[in-house]
């Protein structure tokens, strides 16, 4: 293929609301958004022919299979990297191997229910062993025991080099508290924080404080992606996909990428951005609207500088 940009769109999607104690298991809330995002598409569930996701979270394709009723998967991919699984997604159907490909993402932050029919404990359990000696021996000893500890070295070292006081990473913070106020779809619908709030909040690991912590929450989402050519059918506008992509660094580790030259910014984004605007044919100029990664607030700044759209 010479690109895939525009030769696959988005023609269905479907929610299961969030929710902080959702009472339903993984396989459940999984089940459910597919078969809405399938309905949301005019399709029927005999017309998919691909499921991925991602390695980590639950449950395995042949089950979502079964509860749903897909009659046959002439593909099927579990993926370690999010962008990876919709990379296959994309690729699957533009290349002519499958028709209707569905992503999918059931995850229970909040209630850690149990993960029924899935692998995702024996799938964690193996990457942890690989991870033992780096932890054992370097972080846990150390205090790092924790995503938030580990990214705190991190984003001391980013206020160390930019002069950045708490108060300029609390707007960040506090303006998506702002746009999640505004959807009534949203735990947090109609309860945005202020300034103060996040003042006040306390430190998990200093200088990360609790309000620059993504909070936990139950939910499930999926897409239903198919060729453009068969989208101009189906029920829902079309939504082209001009580009997908994904970066690497050979020093990343999650949120402890000690080892990287600099480590305030983000060459596994910027890597992966540079491909996204390429493939499209367009530049950080041209985007009105992003969806960034808000584990930790502060990886909004470092994103939108790695991704172009401002300066470190």
């Given at each position: 293929m010479d690109?895939?940009k525009d030769?696959?769109?988005?023609?269905?999607v479907?929610v299961?609301?969030?929710s902080t104690?959702?009472?339903m298991s993984?396989?459940d809330?999984?089940?459910?958004?597919?078969?809405?995002?399938i309905?949301?598409a005019?399709?029927?569930?005999?017309?998919i022919?691909?499921?991925?996701?991602?390695?980590?979270?639950?449950?395995?394709?042949?089950?979502?299979?079964?509860?749903?009723?897909?009659?046959?998967?002439?593909?099927?991919?579990?993926?370690?990297?999010g962008t990876?699984?919709?990379i296959?997604?994309?690729?699957?159907?533009a290349s002519?191997?499958?028709?209707y490909?569905?992503?999918?993402?059931a995850?229970?932050?909040?209630?850690?229910?149990e993960?029924s029919?899935?692998?995702y404990?024996a799938?964690?359990?193996?990457?942890?062993?690989?991870?033992?000696?780096?932890?054992h021996d370097?972080?846990?000893?150390f205090g790092?025991?924790?995503q938030p500890?580990c990214?705190?070295?991190t984003l001391r070292?980013?206020?160390?080099e930019?002069?950045?006081?708490?108060?300029q990473?609390?707007?960040?913070?506090v303006?998506?508290?702002?746009?999640?106020a505004?959807?009534p779809?949203?735990?947090f619908y109609?309860?945005?924080?202020?300034?103060e709030?996040?003042m006040k909040?306390s430190?998990?690991a200093?200088?990360i404080?609790?309000?620059?912590c993504?909070?936990?929450?139950?939910?499930a989402m999926?897409?239903?992606?198919?060729?453009?050519e068969k989208?101009k059918?189906l029920r829902?506008?079309l939504?082209f996909?001009?580009?997908v992509?994904q970066?690497t660094?050979?020093?990343?580790?999650?949120?402890?990428s000690?080892?990287?030259?600099?480590i305030t910014?983000?060459p596994e984004?910027?890597r992966m951005?540079a491909e996204?605007?390429?493939?499209?044919?367009i530049?950080p100029?041209?985007?009105?609207?992003a969806?960034?990664?808000?584990?930790?607030?502060?990886?909004?700044?470092?994103q939108?500088?790695?991704?172009g759209?401002?300066a470190?």
């Amino acid at each position: 293929m010479d690109s895939i940009k525009d030769k696959t769109a988005i023609v269905g999607v479907g929610v299961v609301d969030f929710s902080t104690d959702i009472g339903m298991s993984e396989w459940d809330t999984a089940s459910q958004c597919v078969l809405a995002a399938i309905e949301d598409a005019g399709l029927k569930p005999a017309d998919i022919d691909c499921l991925v996701k991602n390695i980590d979270d639950a449950p395995d394709n042949s089950y979502i299979q079964k509860s749903v009723g897909i009659e046959n998967l002439a593909y099927a991919s579990e993926s370690h990297w999010g962008t990876s699984a919709m990379i296959n997604a994309v690729t699957a159907v533009a290349s002519g191997a499958v028709n209707y490909a569905v992503y999918y993402q059931a995850a229970h932050r909040a209630s850690g229910l149990e993960k029924s029919y899935s692998d995702y404990r024996a799938a964690r359990d193996i990457r942890e062993d690989n991870l033992d000696m780096i932890r054992h021996d370097f972080y846990d000893p150390f205090g790092l025991i924790g995503q938030p500890s580990c990214f705190a070295l991190t984003l001391r070292r980013y206020i160390h080099e930019f002069g950045i006081t708490s108060e300029q990473l609390g707007w960040i913070p506090v303006v998506f508290s702002e746009y999640a106020a505004r959807n009534p779809e949203a735990i947090f619908y109609d309860r945005p924080v202020s300034i103060e709030d996040y003042m006040k909040s306390s430190f998990i690991a200093d200088p990360i404080r609790a309000m620059e912590c993504a909070p936990q929450v139950d939910g499930a989402m999926a897409i239903v992606v198919s060729t453009a050519e068969k989208a101009k059918s189906l029920r829902q506008s079309l939504a082209f996909i001009m580009s997908v992509a994904q970066g690497t660094d050979i020093e990343g580790q999650l949120f402890s990428s000690y080892n990287q030259e600099v480590i305030t910014q983000l060459p596994e984004m910027r890597r992966m951005g540079a491909e996204l605007f390429r493939v499209a044919g367009i530049t950080p100029k041209d985007i009105s609207s992003a969806q960034l990664d808000d584990t930790f607030t502060p990886l909004v700044a470092m994103q939108l500088e790695s991704l172009g759209f401002c300066a470190p």
